[in-house]
């Protein structure tokens, strides 16, 4: 039973389209992100949600949106994609109490690689 | 601008023998620092961690060093196996309110038989 699952794994498409990402966590977690690990494979946070509500937004592109329906799910929509959002998306969720413990404080899904022809 | 920077981008070990990650960060506040472990088409999956006010912290044959002084933290492994073959990320936050993990960018380790 996966605890953070993301779909689809692979995701080809054309410059100019609309798609979207979706992930969802079983881990009764109250905080979700979205990374993006590009071609230089640095893993750099995108967005984050705590309870539904955002609560980091790096500098992202406005055609980039995550909408987070409940806490268990955190999907990201990308607008007009362009040759540089060929990335590899992770998606994570962890429990604000481990943040102030030094313990594991991400569980990430398995991510969802991303083309853009 | 890394804040977190792991400079080896690989590393080749044969197996039973000792393998040495590194990572140097830039700013004295980070609280906590945990390396990751990841294998192809997977997520990275936590490994172990050590916060500031220790200098080491070990499990099983992972431990983790830590000097402040030097904003330098290593992971050793020994011994080292083949399928501890991924890549290791090194990553800080700074407590309580960050919600913040910082990542370097990573170094892959072969552990050759």
């Known amino acids: 039973d996966t605890a953070v699952s993301q779909t689809p794994k692979y995701l080809v498409t054309q410059m100019g389209n609309d798609k979207s990402i979706k992930c969802e966590q079983n881990?009764?977690?109250?905080?979700m992100y979205w990374y993006k690990q590009d071609s230089k494979k640095f893993l750099k946070i995108m967005f984050s949600?705590?309870?539904?509500?955002?609560?980091i937004n790096e500098t992202v592109p406005n055609r980039f949106s995550p909408k987070s329906p409940d806490k268990a799910h955190l999907n990201l929509h990308i607008n007009s994609l362009e040759l540089g959002d060929s990335a590899v998306y992770f998606c994570?969720?962890?429990?604000?109490?481990?943040?102030?413990?030094?313990?594991?404080?991400?569980?990430f899904g398995a991510g969802s690689r991303l083309t853009v022809l | 601008d890394q804040q977190v920077k792991q400079n080896s981008p690989s590393l080749s070990v044969q197996e039973g023998r000792i393998s040495i990650l590194n990572c140097d960060y830039t700013n004295s506040m980070f609280d906590y620092f945990l390396w990751y472990k990841k294998y192809p088409a997977e997520g990275p999956t936590f490994l172990i961690s050590?916060?500031?006010?220790?200098d080491k912290n070990e499990d099983g044959r992972f431990t983790v060093f830590l000097n402040k002084s030097a904003k330098h933290l290593s992971l050793h492994i020994v011994p080292s196996q083949p399928g501890d073959s991924a890549v290791y990320f090194c990553?800080?936050?700074?407590?309580?309110?960050?919600?913040?993990?910082?990542f370097g960018k990573g170094t892959k380790l072969s552990v050759i038989p």
């Open positions: 881990l009764g977690h109250d905080t």
């Open positions: 050590i916060s500031s006010i220790k």
């Open positions: 949600y705590n309870n539904k509500e955002l609560i």
């Open positions: 994570a969720s962890s429990d604000t109490s481990g943040w102030n413990s030094g313990a594991n404080v991400l569980t």
């Open positions: 990553a800080v936050y700074s407590g309580a309110g960050s919600y913040q993990l910082t």
